[in-house]
């Protein structure tokens, strides 16, 4: 179990520290094609969402609870407010209406 | 003449290092808070506070961390592991690309590569605010930063055991809450990225819910798949133009 984590974590490093380093390293003109400039300009965007919903529903004590903390977290998002911000009220929202 | 010249490269060096500690620090206390509740779902992938503290040293990313621990808790393949890095992470390519075109042409490769390993979305945020990257101002935010994310991946798998059950569950929200932090300000900018996150949305629920074939994946599976075809249909529908990518 331990090996199995330990060799998990360094496929995780080795993968994110390559994604850094190549481009700095190989890439040193711009890149040109216009689908893959597109394509991952796009990806954070939509991988995060995928990440968050339904999953940040289902985290919660009840259904309610997540909604309420993904609604809540989206306005003041939306408005601008900062990331740490952000995440403290969801969690408030998600253990006030948990307590429910 | 170059003993002096020398000098004054080490003393703007240090100038610099120091202003990058400052400015990294409200980026790491950040960090803390949200490192913690990584730490979370870090223990219920079944690490221990070393393990976490190592994976975060060597990471350093929210997202691609959070896939990366939640496919080790299901089981899955180190191949899995792997792309599902790779896809989470993929924005750090175009990071690091952007930042490329930043260096003086006299940074060493070593320098590049420092900066390089400290690429995350708030000090690549630091790093293209000037118009030329200073590896020492990176390295001195780096320095005030990353630390803090290590120990709070350690002291949420720690204190995770600690806190009473509803206080986990409510603080494992805080790293949804950051994703959304992320895609939120973003959507009401851009309407591409905005319809994108919706059909995200509703394509997650879909997928985990109403059919058969996709609910058999793992959610690290699914979260590939849907990655992949929703942005490589939206790249194909409304593709970004090359010069209006770099103020994304």
Not at chain 2, 2 to 24: C, I, W
Request: a positive charge; glycine letters at 8%; one cysteine or more.
């Amino acid at each position: 179990m331990s090996a199995r984590i330990w060799l998990s974590i360094i496929v995780m490093g080795a993968v994110t520290v390559a994604i850094r380093l190549l481009p700095l390293t190989l890439i040193r003109s711009p890149l040109k094609n216009r689908f893959l400039l597109s394509f991952l300009h796009y990806v954070p965007y939509v991988t995060l969402s995928v990440m968050t919903f339904p999953a940040i529903v289902e985290s919660c004590e009840t259904p309610l609870a997540g909604l309420a903390s993904l609604v809540v977290g989206a306005v003041a998002a939306w408005y601008g407010a900062n990331m740490v911000s952000v995440a403290a009220l969801c969690c408030v929202v998600a253990f006030v209406l948990g307590l429910l | 003449m170059s003993q002096r010249s020398t000098q004054a490269a080490a003393q703007s060096r240090g100038r610099d290092m120091r202003e990058g500690l400052r400015d990294g620090l409200p980026i790491g206390l950040g960090y803390l808070a949200v490192a913690f509740s990584l730490g979370i779902a870090a223990r219920e992938a079944g690490l221990t506070a070393t393990q976490g503290f190592i994976a975060s040293l060597l990471s350093v990313a929210s997202a691609g961390e959070y896939a990366g621990f939640t496919l080790i808790a299901a089981q899955a393949s180190y191949v899995e592991i792997a792309l599902g890095t790779l896809v989470t992470n993929a924005r750090y390519l175009l990071m690091s690309t952007a930042l490329s075109q930043r260096f003086s042409n006299s940074t060493p490769l070593s320098q590049r590569i420092g900066v390089g390993l400290g690429v995350t979305d708030e000090l690549f945020g630091l790093a293209i605010a000037h118009s030329q990257v200073r590896p020492f101002y990176q390295y001195g935010a780096m320095l005030s930063s990353i630390p803090l994310w290590c120990v709070g991946t350690s002291a949420g798998i720690v204190a995770g055991q600690l806190l009473p059950a509803r206080v986990v569950t409510a603080l494992s929200v805080s790293l949804f809450g950051m994703f959304l932090a992320v895609i939120m300000p973003a959507s009401r900018t851009d309407r591409v990225v905005r319809t994108c996150v919706l059909a995200s949305f509703v394509a997650s629920y879909v997928a985990s819910h109403l059919i058969p074939l996709t609910m058999a994946w793992s959610s690290g599976t699914r979260i590939i798949v849907l990655t992949v075809i929703i942005s490589a249909a939206a790249a194909l529908i409304c593709p970004v133009s090359p010069e209006g990518d770099d103020a994304s």
